[in-house]
């Protein structure tokens, strides 16, 4: 007698559907969702699920994902999860690998969500973070938050 196992999904299957569904949005989150229950821990099914959320305005649910993945892009360069304590110099940003920039795209992206949901301090603080360890501010973290103070960028001579 033979047995079958189930095999789980490819949570990037499950992903598909939340592309297929862009005018369906009950039916791409519920793709989302599928793709978070099989794969929480998978850096493309989370930036996927940061991405539905921040595009359908719903930036309170996208900055959980954004969290994880600062915490995740932390973890990849052995530094520590809390951007906190980052300090500057702790992430060359020289010529930008991927793994720092996607620790700094994602401190912007969480440090944003949390400003435009009403955490302005908390926001303001992740951008600043931002901005101090990409000193050439290459997702305009300094920009964002000056735009977010109410003040005026500052340009370039």
């Known amino acids: 007698m033979t ?5 789980p999904p490819d949570p990037f299957d499950l992903l598909e559907g939340a592309r297929a ?8 989150e519920a793709a989302v969702l599928a793709a978070l229950q099989v794969a929480p821990n998978d850096r493309d099914v989370r930036i996927g699920a940061y991405k539905f959320y921040f595009y359908a305005n719903r930036l309170a649910e996208a900055a959980p994902h954004a969290a994880w993945c ?14 906190r304590r980052l300090a500057p110099g702790s ?13 700094v795209q994602s401190l912007v992206a969480w440090g944003w969500c949390k400003a435009r949901t009403g955490e302005i301090e ?5 951008l600043a973070k931002a901005a101090e360890i ?22 370039d001579d």
């Open 21 to 28: 569904a862009r005018t369906d949005p009950e039916r791409s």
């Open 70 to 83: 600062v915490r995740d892009g932390a973890r990849a360069l052995g530094l520590p999860e809390d951007w």
């Open 134 to 155: 990409d000193p050439s501010d290459g997702f305009g973290a300094a920009r964002i938050a000056a735009i977010l103070a109410g003040g005026a960028p500052e340009e």
């Open 122 to 126: 908390d926001g303001l603080a992740a």
């Open 91 to 103: 992430v060359d940003c020289t010529g930008f690998p991927e793994p720092r920039r996607f620790l």
């Open 3 to 7: 047995v079958e196992l189930d095999t």
